[in-house]
T-cell receptor
Framework: DAKTTQPPSMDCAEGRAANLPCNHSTISGNEYVYWYRQIHSQGPQYIIH?????ETNEMASLIITEDRKSSTLILPHATLRDTAVYYC????????????WGLGTSLAVNP | DSGVTQTPKHLITATGQRVTLRCSPR?????VYWYQQSLDQGLQFLIQ???????AKGNILERFSAQQFPDLHSELNLSSLELGDSALYFCASSPRLLAGANVLTFGAGSRLTVL
């Protein structure tokens, strides 16, 4: 599974959009990009995933570049409850057995 | 409530002891994963089971073992505990393996403290 690179920390003002980048330059053609978040030692929470196309759900949007070597998670209107560590993970289809979890991006949403 | 149940939530024990962590997957999920998270570290994959069979192993120590039972619940056994085994242990589950994406649902974790 491809590795990912994320900034260690980011800040965002409450109510503004939070844009979290992720580089995955060694991604293979059948590998998905997943985003999870972990709020203060709670169990990680699934946010969104994508293969090639941009995706949107009730939590966030995922923008994947055309070459698929990077992606951006967008929280459109960040709230204080979005303060968490966000993990970008790349893994093959139907195969999560060796998800490589890096240290993620610690997002602080400030009032 | 994610639907994945882990017990106990907290456990304090001494070095050299043995503990068992239990996980009940979300209803309908056939696959169970175990992860370890030490202080300020990312999640380390330990082992995966699918419908009772071991499917993959990560960097799981020989002192650790796991199994998935016919009712699909899973147990992680940690023996000869050392101070460095103190960590959060997460269980996750996912539906049957598919050709497409495979989303994990995590439990709340079991916090193990070895004194």
């Amino acid at each position: 599974d491809a590795k990912t690179t994320q900034p260690p920390s980011m800040d965002c003002a409450e109510g503004r959009a939070a844009n979290l980048p992720c580089n995955h330059s060694t991604i293979s053609g059948n590998e998905y990009v997943y985003w999870y978040r972990q709020i203060h030692s709670q169990g990680p929470q699934y946010i969104i995933h994508g293969l090639k196309n941009n995706e949107t759900n009730e939590m966030a949007s995922l923008i994947i570049t055309e070459d698929r070597k990077s992606s951006t998670l967008i929280l459109p209107h960040a709230t204080l409850r979005d303060t968490a560590v966000y993990y970008c993970i790349v893994s093959g289809a139907g195969n999560n057995r060796k998800l490589i979890w890096g240290l993620g991006t610690s997002l602080a949403v400030n009032p | 409530d994610s639907g994945v149940t882990q017990t106990p939530k907290h456990l304090i024990t001494a070095t050299g002891q043995r503990v068992t962590l239990r996980c009940s997957p979300r209803s309908g999920d056939l696959s169970v994963y175990w992860y370890q998270q030490s202080l300020d570290q990312g999640l380390q994959f330990l082992i995966q089971y699918y419908n009772g069979e071991e499917r993959a192993k990560g960097n799981i120590l020989e002192r650790f073992s796991a199994q998935q039972f016919p009712d699909l619940h899973s147990e992680l056994n940690l023996s000869s505990l050392e101070l460095g085994d103190s960590a959060l242990y997460f269980c996750a589950s996912s539906p049957r393996l598919l050709a497409g994406a495979n989303v994990l649902t995590f439990g709340a974790g079991s916090r193990l403290t070895v004194l």
